[in-house]
């Protein structure tokens, strides 16, 4: 099984880090959106975040379609 990267959105400028949970027994079920910040571990608990998101993904382009579009929301709401 292949590990889904943590990214920032939008990649030209990231302004929101998505951080995907814990992939142990198949893809991710839940993906935390967060500040840009240095990361304090592996775990996506150690960081704080705006938003917790439950899906289930199968495929990572996927996952990054439907985060993108909820990080692009938070972002204007946010005003980030």
Do not use: C
């Not at 893809?27 to 990361?39: D, E």
């Not at 996506?44 to 439907?66: F, L, T």
């Amino acid at each position: 099984m292949a590990y889904w990267d943590s990214y920032g959105y939008p990649e030209s400028e990231p302004k929101v880090w998505i951080t995907f949970g814990t992939q142990k027994d198949g893809p991710p079920q839940v993906a935390f959106l967060g500040p840009i910040r240095q990361p304090e571990g592996d775990s996506a608990k150690a960081v704080e975040y705006y938003q917790e998101v439950a899906g289930r993904w199968i495929d990572e382009r996927a996952a990054h379609d439907d985060l993108n579009e909820i990080a692009q929301d938070l972002i204007e709401h946010k005003r980030l």
